[in-house]
């Protein structure tokens, strides 16, 4: 039988569930531990005489400090998956007990269950995102999506050519700060996930973007404004981005992903596991460490390879599949 949920994603495209997660049991902890990779960076790479002052700042601050040091590729240190290219043996990513309880948690789960059904495994495509006033980032990362603005894109476009044909996957994004027009929530447009999978193309920095974006300015957008404990569910399809953080305040999210079981995760050999099922004896993937060994074994796939992980745009033969032949 279908349910309600799922019924109002694929009708619409987004759906916003209220009070799922609890900010001390559930979010704060992964706070926790991004603060805890900051000391790490502060120590390694701040001046000797002000270590012991900046270790006393509070998050923002102490992030807005960290973010000056001028640390290759910052973001990387706080993104829940191993980087696109050029991965090494010393390559970080922010894989956390906190996040694998998020990732894990009953809560989530129980949504998801109601759009994916019981066989369940967790997508490699994530990221946790610090997003800092807009006013305060340098100009090469306004455009770029973990710290600044997001292009319009529709999530199945950021899977290899399998996984955009094959694999039903939804996105669960999470705030850990109030999330408004104001601060860059991300905006979609009701319906447009009907179209279906769109001609993208490569933009800022390689970033997916959807072919003839700007036709979209014209249109009426939802903002997907959200409380923290809520989640923001988007259909693979729906057309997305993110607004700029025009506030004086970090905001701050998760974006996580579900698919089908026995479906190709499209970001292969990044981890793609279980995580419910109701058929299935034994799940292998039970805890942190377990969870942790698998990005460990993807890590040494990958380090060989130019890219960990390639996503051909889809660009299909004709122009049928161009936003601007749709609307
Ligand atoms: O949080 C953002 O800025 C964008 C998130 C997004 O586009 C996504 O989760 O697909």
Redesign the pocket.
Known sequence: MINNLQKNLSAQGYLIVKNVLDYNRDLKPVLNDMEFVMDCLIQKHAKKKEIKKILNLDFKKKYSYVSTLKIDDLDQYFNTRLPRDHVKKDSDYFATQSLWNLITNKNILDVVEKILGKEIMSNPVQ?T?I?QPEKKLPRESIND?LSG??PW?Q?AA?LNTKGQKLTDMV?V?IPFTKTTKRN?C?ITVKKINKMGLLNHISGYKGQVELKNSELLDKMEYIYLEADVGDLIL?HKHSI???LPNRSNDFRI?A?LRYNVAGQPSGREPLPNFYVRSKYKKNIKIQNFKQWLMLWEKAKEKCIPRKYAFKYPLPTFKTTKRDLSRLI
Do not use: A, I
């Open positions: 990221n995102r997003k999506g603005r997001t894109h999530d950021v996105t994004w860059g991300m988007l997305h981005c993110s999210s974006d």
